[in-house]
């Protein structure tokens, strides 16, 4: 039996039927709202928590996993003979990376531990995750898993539109200049994840022209590989995440989608109405 264990975060938002089938540890982030703090994905689920903010006032922010949170993943797992490899949340959007790396230093730096800034986040970290926990399964070592880790981060691509930039605006996202500029034109933002940071690749008239413009942009990152998997998800925004979803089934031929929800640590930055899709090829 093979016992090289990936673990990974709340961000990702792994549906739990792939959490529980390949064993896959979730360390959660934490949001804070209305002077209350929850454990993201355990204590709050994404749907009663997008409900509650398109109807509140006060914006939600939110705290990374701390040392003490992955000392105690970590110990357990390498206390039981495993060895263990961390796909976390972009450095780029969170310091939780930088727990787990102390974790690790204060656990002497094992050998058997790896921590990797997969640079990604959501639907696209999940990508990576279960490409490697699939390998894991397979017997696939620890040095095996980090290099498809690495190998699949260029393999893998995200899109994303907002229904609102204040979210994005609030938390520090984007500047002043930009939101004025989106709402005063009535403009719908296509952004996407690009070295581990948000970035806006352009915006278009219509939240329509926006669905179908990211799929047109998938296919071009896709750019004739095979074989393709998609991984759609969204907040409060089912039925405009199916008709992105659809479209790109046309076109693309995805041996394997995934649909999952933006977690609430994620959905607080971007907020409800939030449409995205993550791709990987190979």
């Avoid at 796909?87 to 002497?108: H, N, P, R, Y």
């Amino acid at each position: 039996m093979n016992n090289v264990i990936i673990v990974t975060d709340s961000s990702a938002y792994l549906p739990k039927a792939y959490v529980d089938q390949y064993k896959i540890p979730v360390v959660p982030l934490t949001v804070n709202w209305e002077g209350k703090s929850y454990l993201d994905g355990v204590d709050i689920q994404a749907e009663e928590f997008y409900q509650q903010l398109a109807q509140s006032k006060n914006m939600a922010t939110t705290s990374q996993a701390t040392v003490g949170q992955f000392l105690e993943v970590f110990g357990k797992l390498l206390d039981a003979g495993n060895q263990v490899l961390y796909l976390g949340f972009s450095s780029g959007l969170s310091a939780t990376i930088d727990s787990a790396a102390q974790a690790k230093v204060e656990m002497g730096n094992p050998e058997n531990l790896i921590v990797m800034d997969s640079k990604l986040v959501s639907m696209a970290l999940s990508l990576m995750v279960l490409e490697v926990a699939r390998a894991a399964e397979k017997g696939a070592s620890l040095q095996e898993c980090h290099e498809l880790a690495q190998d699949a981060y260029g393999r893998i691509g995200v899109f994303f539109t907002v229904d609102t930039l204040e979210y994005l605006h609030r938390g520090g996202r984007i500047n002043s200049a930009k939101r004025m500029l989106g709402s005063a034109l009535n403009l719908k933002p296509i952004m996407e994840i690009r070295d581990g940071k948000i970035e806006l690749v352009e915006s278009v008239r219509s939240r329509k022209k926006a669905l179908s413009r990211m799929v047109e942009l998938i296919e071009k990152g896709v750019d004739g590989r095979t074989p393709v998997r998609l991984a759609p998800f969204h907040a409060l925004a089912f039925d405009d995440m199916v008709i992105m979803e659809d479209l790109a089934k046309e076109r693309l031929s995805p041996i394997e989608v995934i649909r999952s929800e933006v977690s609430p640590v994620i959905g607080s930055h971007v907020g409800p109405g939030t449409v995205s899709m993550a791709y990987m090829v190979g």
